[in-house]
């Protein structure tokens, strides 16, 4: 099975099944001397983690992360860095009615269809639990950018027909992890945990969105065509699990705006240099940053595993089954635990960019504590002066 890396120059490759041992990944093009350690990477799986809430799933997994290589005395060393978060509380005997039953809407018969087998226990690779990865890599990737003075916040900003007003950047950054549904929005958020919470009661979900922003985004990220920064965003974003629709800028709403009405005119900054007046494009022009802020949305559908009876079939026996229940711990909506994950392909995204457009060093990040060839040797460590 291939798809399981992401990047170019800082390569993510992923590991594991949503029931199995563990799950990881292998982090390759991370510069060296990037101070890091767990607690940076803990404070993203954290977030992600479930269990946080009434409207998570109650799945007890700690997601407890190990750093497995590429660090030396707190700093990377520019060699792979690997990481690894156990599965704890997995729980596959629930799954064996689907064996031969493939869940609707779910990926058990078109995985089926195409290897001739699958890891049936909670879904296996096509889990939404594998984004446990992309949120320990994204960690990372946010602490290089934030290196550079960008920043990355994204909140939920519509579940259901709850929709939140514009929130300033700001307010979304410091305050998005306030409320369960991780709106930043607090008189929505209280209305879209009431509407949650009824789909709950009904053994039913319900789909909603992340609006995700990120400043301080230099000029001149992306190239034409197929390496855009739009399309490479867009994948990035189009890869989340249940992922429907990826916008940015105006997005859809652009096809009931004039061409006068959408363009962004140009004048000139307090040092001369042109800047566009206004940002309905997103931060991203002819498939290239243009040093606005870059925004977004990303809609997410339904979670396909509830409670409620449906129709399914068996492909061994032949079976019509007219009351088939999903019966395990799953999110009754997607979005609260999808704001790390979005946050971290968005810093997958850029990372990579600004690595290959040579604003990020490839080889060494500056402020690594002094030069290892010189004065640094096993037998003669560093001490604090």
């Known amino acids: 099975m291939n798809g399981n890396r992401f990047g170019r120059l800082f390569q993510v490759t992923t590991y594991g099944e949503s029931h199995g041992p563990s799950m990881g990944c292998t982090i390759s093009g991370c510069p060296a001397g990037l101070e890091l350690d767990e607690a940076d990477v803990q404070r993203e799986l954290d977030r992600r983690k479930p269990g946080q809430s009434t409207i998570t799933t109650s799945r007890g997994e700690p997601d407890s992360v190990s750093i497995e290589s590429g660090l030396q005395d707190g700093y990377t060393t520019g060699t792979p860095i690997g990481l690894t978060i156990e599965n704890k509380d997995a729980r596959s005997g629930k799954y064996e009615p689907f064996i031969t039953s493939p869940r609707p809407s779910h990926g058990d018969f078109t995985y089926s269809a195409k290897f001739g087998t699958r890891n049936w226990g909670g879904g296996g690779r096509s889990s939404a639990r594998e984004t446990v990865n992309w949120v320990a890599a994204g960690a990372i990737a946010k602490k290089l950018l934030y290196r550079e003075g960008i920043e990355i916040a994204a909140h939920v900003n519509q579940i259901g027909d709850v929709a939140a007003p514009d929130v ?58 197929f390496d855009s920064l739009s399309a490479r965003l867009g994948q990035a974003m189009m890869a989340v699990p249940a992922t429907t629709a990826f916008e940015f800028g105006l997005g859809r709403e652009a096809r009931d705006y004039s061409g006068t009405e959408r363009n962004d005119e140009w004048e000139f900054d307090g040092d001369g240099t042109p800047v566009p007046v206004e940002n309905d494009h997103g931060g991203i022009q002819g498939g290239i940053s243009s040093g606005e802020p870059i925004y977004g949305e990303v809609t997410l559908h339904a979670p396909t595993s509830i409670p409620a009876e449906q129709q399914t079939v068996d492909w061994e026996t032949g079976e019509v089954i007219e009351d088939a229940q999903v019966i395990g711990r799953h999110d009754p909506v997607l979005p609260p635990r999808g704001v790390p994950v979005v946050e971290a392909m968005l810093a997958l995204t850029l990372v990579d960019f600004m690595l290959l457009s040579g604003r990020i060093n490839p080889d060494r990040v500056d402020g690594s504590p002094g030069e290892y060839a010189t004065d640094y040797h096993p037998s003669n460590p560093r001490t604090e002066e």
């Open 168 to 225: 300033d950047f700001e307010t979304i950054r410091d305050t998005v992890d306030e409320t369960d549904v991780r709106c930043a929005h607090q008189e929505t958020a209280a209305r879209m945990h009431e509407l949650v919470e009824e789909y709950q009661r009904r053994g039913d979900s319900i789909g909603g969105s992340i609006y995700f922003e990120a400043r301080g985004v230099p000029v001149g990220l992306g190239a034409p065509r």
